[in-house]
């Protein structure tokens, strides 16, 4: 007999079952169900107050993978989540009950040293091709934490260690494949699709699933960076500020300041205190470093100088042991910093009760801002410094009191002008605007309308279809 005829639920359950059984075995990737042992590695994310229970977690193998779960997941009404290294701030690379298209599997790196080249797979992160391409005195400008994917933090425009010296990670992109809502695999750069690639720069993941990236790779013979730790007061936060934006590009900064972890280097009696750690990354030879670093050398004797010729492998942190924090973040761009703000950004951090909490402060400028604004979707190039507040916690609970804490901070600045970088806003919809200047943000939207009418791609910063 046939049960699916006696009882109709049953049937479509069955039906249900048995298309996803077809899907895994026409995949070449693999499918993990809530059934499998490895189904809570599979949809573990980066930061940890995201739990996401997806119906099913796809690791593809190639583009008409992608192309058939976005068939599946349109036909069957079902969320689409795109998963590269998972460090969402927003927890986009999972989802509630739908289908997680996680591209970890896409990791093929193809470097052409001859035309400085490298196509790369969206799989791989920030670290592994920083890796690989070290072999080869190369470098990519990525961010500050190898474990980043290169998916995300390319497609939100990405700002690291190189941002004065060759931009932002996107203005080292020259073509992009991916698979469209449509499942159309396509090629975006100068000369096809032009609109596409221009979106891509900077418009985060609304356009299509990226499965490759071809970036130009530039040389580093010598490099010079590590961490400098100065004594945290608002005259020498601020005089570090200015001193990076008068440095020469060769020089990017990412300052953190936060309370002082135990490390072998520090005197105890400063663990636990306020500090600024300095991450100084010199871009050229050994010998104009020293004349680049004087000015910060001389803004106060440092507690720590870890500041030398290094691989630049060496300026990833080591990430600590343990759970995964839940992670509460909020940016801002900032014209410049006075001894007022410095003392400002100093002050909030009193106020907060996460065991980790910093203030960030990036100084761009340099060739980063030599693009003129409307080249990309990345639309900040004008602005000066960024600056995100973090507070890092073990409990999901505790990360909605820091997400109020965060949010006071950008609140508490009183020269912060509009505008926010896409890929460290959390889950604020009143502030995507601040992200995509009006024309910036129509022609976005046009290009989402050509390219995902339904808006198929939307747990993301999501730009509706004109
Ligand atoms: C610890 C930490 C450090 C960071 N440091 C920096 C930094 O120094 N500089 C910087 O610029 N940013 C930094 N970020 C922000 C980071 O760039 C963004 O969170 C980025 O979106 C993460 O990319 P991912 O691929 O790891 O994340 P995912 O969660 O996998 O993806 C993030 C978003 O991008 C989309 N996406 C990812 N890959 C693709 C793809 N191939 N095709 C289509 N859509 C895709 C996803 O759907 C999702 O919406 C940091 C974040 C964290 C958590």
Known sequence: MNLMMQNPAAGAKGAFAAQIDALANRLKGKITLPTHSDYDDCRALALGQFDH?????????NAPDIADLLDFARSNNLPIAVRSGGHSTCGHGGCEGGVVIDLRALNTLDINCDEMTAWIGTGLSAGEVTNALEKHKLIIGFGDSPTVGVGGLTLGGGVGYFVRKHGLTIDSLLAAELVTANGDILIADNKQNTELFWALRGGGGNFGVVTRFKYRVHQLPEFTGGPMIMPATPEVLAGFVAAA????????????????LPMPFLPPEIVGKTIILAMM??????????????????????????VGPAPFSSMYLPEPPGPKPAVSVRTLFMDGMSVAEAGKVLDVLEHCEA????????????????????ATAYAHR???????????????????????????????????????YVNFLAAESDRLSAAYPAATWERLR?????????????????????
């Open 53 to 61: 229970r997806p119906l099913l977690v796809a690791r593809v193998a």
């Open 281 to 306: 990354a010199y871009a050229g030879p050994a010998a104009s470093a020293q004349a680049a670093l004087a000015p910060f050398r001389a803004l106060a004797t440092p507690l720590a100088d870890l």
């Open 382 to 420: 004008d602005k000066r410094i960024m600056t995100a507040f973090l507070a890092m916690d073990g409990s999901p609970a505790a990360a909605i009191r820091h997400d109020a804490w965060v949010s006071s901070c950008i609140k508490a600045l009183p020269q912060a002008i509009d505008g926010a």
């Open 245 to 260: 934006e008068w440095a020469p590009e060769e020089l990017s900064t990412i300052l953190m300041v936060m309370p002082a």
């Open 446 to 466: 046009q290009i989402k309308r050509q390219y995902d009418p339904e808006n198929l791609f939307r747990l993301n910063q999501n730009i509706p279809p004109a």
């Open 355 to 374: 065991p980790m909490r910093m203030a960030q402060v990036r100084v761009l400028g340099g060739a980063a801002a030599r693009i003129p604004n409307d």
